[in-house]
C-alpha cells in the first residue's frame, strides 16, 4: 500500500513540475517584447471634424480615465487587491461598458480623450473590443491604440485563471497627430512575474500648430504594484527626459495619466475611513519633477478606490492618482473630476480645458 501511495505521489509531483515548467517556457516563448519606440497607427474619424493637420486654434479640452477594462465596477472585489473576484460577470462588463459609452457621448466636446486599461480581446472582459467600441460612440475622433498588457495565459489564481489578455492605452483625437509613438518604460523584472506581468509605455502623439510649434499630448499608465517604488522612479525619470526635450524645442505638452501615486501636497488620508498602510496609497509625486511646470488635478474628487471590497460610499478608501502634467507655456482654465462614484470602473474621469499661452 505505501508503494503505491508513494507512486501515485511521485506521479503528481511529476506532473506538477512538468506542468510549471511547461507553462514557464510558453509564456517565455511567447512574452510580448516591445521595441523601445514603435510607430503607431492612427485610425481617421468616421466623420472628421477638422480637415487639416495644422491646427489654429489655441484652446483645448482634455479627459483622462482609466477604464478598468469594464471589469472593475462598484460591485467588485478584486482578488489583486485582497478582495476575491477575478474576472466579473459579462453582464457586469456590458453594463459597465454601457456607461462608460454613455459617459463619452456626453463629454464630446473634448478635443483629446486619453484612456488605460482599455482591453481589445481579452478573457477578463468578456472578449468586448473596448477600443472599437468607443470609436463607434466617437465618430469624430481619430483614435490610435498603444499595447501594454499582452499575455497568451495568465494561469493564476490556479482555480480561475485570468486567462489571456491583450489590452493597453488609447488616445481619441478630433484633430490629426503627424506623429503617434509607443515609448517602452522600464518595468518590474522580477521572474517569473514579468512574464505575466503590464509592459508599461508612453504613448504620444505630435500635432503641428499654426505658429509652427508643436502640441505633444502623451497618455501613461504607470507602475502600480512596485514595493518601495523603485520602478515608478525609473519610469518617471525616463519621462522626465522627453518632457524637457519637447519643452525645450518650444513645444507645449501635456501629459495625462494614472500615475498610480498621489499628486504633490495632496493629502492621501483625505477619504481615509480607516488607517491605511498600503504603501500604494501612501506616496506623492515628486514635487520637482521639471522645475516650472504644473500638476494639475481637482483636490475635491477621487478618481481612484480601493478595490478590496466592493465599493461603499463613506467606507471605501479613495484617493486621487489621475491627473494631468503640464509645460509653464499653457494655462490651465479649468480642472474637475467628474464623480461616477466609481459605478463603471475604479477611477473617475478628469477634465482639464486649456490655453496655449503665445
Known amino acids: ?11 503528481l509531483i511529476l506532473a506538477a513540475v512538468l506542468y510549471v515548467g511547461g507553462m514557464l517556457l510558453f509564456l517565455y516563448i511567447t512574452e510580448y517584447r516591445p521595441k523601445p519606440m514603435e510607430e503607431i497607427a492612427v485610425v481617421s474619424a468616421k ?4 480637415s487639416t493637420t ?3 486654434d489655441t484652446t483645448f479640452t482634455l479627459l483622462t480615465w482609466n477604464l478598468g477594462y469594464g471589469g472593475l465596477g462598484a460591485e467588485v472585489d478584486f482578488f489583486y487587491d485582497g478582495g476575491k473576484m477575478v474576472t466579473s460577470p459579462k453582464e457586469h462588463v456590458e453594463k459597465n461598458n454601457r456607461g462608460m459609452v454613455e459617459l463619452l457621448k456626453q463629454n464630446q466636446d473634448a478635443d483629446f480623450i486619453l ?6 480581446n481579452s478573457k477578463r472582459s468578456w472578449r468586448i473590443d473596448q477600443v472599437a467600441e468607443f470609436a463607434d460612440a466617437l465618430p469624430g475622433f481619430n483614435y490610435a491604440f498603444a499595447p501594454n498588457y499582452v499575455v497568451k495565459y495568465v494561469p493564476f489564481p490556479f482555480l480561475d ?9 488609447a488616445i481619441y483625437s478630433k484633430h490629426t497627430p503627424v506623429e503617434c509613438n509607443r515609448i517602452a518604460l522600464p518595468n518590474i523584472t522580477d521572474f517569473p512575474r514579468y512574464l505575466v506581468y503590464l509592459k508599461r509605455c508612453l504613448m504620444l502623439q505630435r500635432f503641428k500648430l499654426a505658429n509652427g510649434k508643436d502640441l505633444v499630448i502623451m497618455n501613461a499608465h504607470f507602475e502600480a504594484y512596485d514595493a518601495g517604488g523603485l520602478v515608478k522612479k ?4 525616463v519621462t522626465k527626459k522627453i518632457l524637457e526635450n519637447e519643452y525645450a524645442k518650444g513645444n507645449y505638452v501635456i501629459l495625462g495619466a494614472d500615475w498610480n501615486i498621489a499628486p504633490p501636497g495632496f493629502n492621501v488620508h483625505t477619504w481615509e475611513h480607516k488607517k491605511i498602510t ?3 496609497y501612501l506616496m506623492n509625486n515628486d514635487s520637482v519633477f521639471v522645475p516650472g511646470w504644473h500638476y494639475i488635478f481637482d483636490p475635491t474628487t477621487a478618481t481612484n478606490r480601493k478595490n478590496e471590497t466592493s465599493y461603499t460610499e463613506g467606507v471605501t478608501y ?5 491627473y494631468f502634467y503640464v509645460s509653464p507655456n499653457i494655462q490651465v482654465d479649468s480642472i474637475h473630476g467628474i464623480d461616477l462614484h466609481f459605478a463603471y470602473t475604479d477611477h473617475n474621469p478628469v477634465k482639464m480645458k486649456i490655453t496655449l499661452k503665445q
Open 1 to 11: 500500500m505505501l508503494q503505491v501511495t508513494g507512486l501515485v505521489l511521485g506521479i
Open 47 to 50: 466623420t472628421p471634424q477638422k
Open 54 to 56: 495644422v491646427i489654429s
Open 115 to 120: 484612456l488605460q486599461e482599455a482591453d481589445r
Open 161 to 169: 485563471p485570468m486567462g489571456d489578455i491583450y489590452g493597453g492605452i
Open 234 to 237: 525609473e519610469q518617471r525619470a
Open 278 to 280: 498600503d504603501e500604494l
Open 318 to 322: 479613495k484617493t486621487i492618482i489621475d
